[in-house]
C-alpha cells in the first residue's frame, strides 16, 4: 500500500489549490479516506474525510471551502481546497483506513498574505 500527495504550493490569500493523493496496492473506493493536517507547533488534525460509500465530512474551520472526492478510476482521491486563509498553511496528509491505517508523506501548503 502506498499513498503519494501532491499539488502543495505556495498560493496568496484567498486562491485556490488542488491536492492529490494517489493510492497503489489497493483500492479508493474500499477504504475510508482521510486528509490531516499539520501546522508547525500544532498537533495533526482532520480536515476532512470520504467513506467508501462516498460520505464526506469536514472540519469545522474548512465546511464551505474545501471538497474532498475520489476518483475510482485513477485511483485517486483530492482535496480541492478554495479561499484559503493564512490558517490553512500546513503539511497536508492523505489517509487511507481499512482497518490498519496507511499514511501518505505529506505535501506543504503555504498561504501568503
Known amino acids: 500500500v502506498q499513498l503519494q500527495a501532491s499539488g502543495g504550493g505556495l498560493v496568496q490569500a484567498g486562491g485556490s489549490l488542488r491536492l492529490s493523493c494517489a493510492a497503489s496496492?489497493?483500492?479508493?473506493?474500499?477504504?475510508?479516506m482521510y486528509w490531516y493536517r499539520q501546522a508547525p507547533g500544532k498537533q495533526r488534525e482532520l480536515v476532512a474525510s470520504?467513506?467508501?460509500?462516498?460520505?464526506?465530512n469536514y472540519a469545522d474551520s474548512v465546511k464551505g471551502r474545501f471538497a474532498i472526492s475520489r476518483d475510482n478510476a485513477k485511483n485517486t482521491v483530492y482535496l480541492q481546497m478554495d479561499t484559503l486563509k493564512l490558517e490553512d498553511t500546513a503539511v497536508y496528509y492523505c489517509?487511507?483506513?481499512?482497518?490498519?491505517?496507511?499514511w501518505g508523506k505529506g505535501t506543504q501548503v503555504t498561504v501568503s498574505s
Open positions: 496496492g489497493f483500492a479508493v473506493s474500499s477504504y475510508a
Open positions: 489517509k487511507a483506513q481499512y482497518g490498519t491505517a496507511y
Open positions: 470520504i467513506s467508501s460509500g462516498g460520505s464526506t
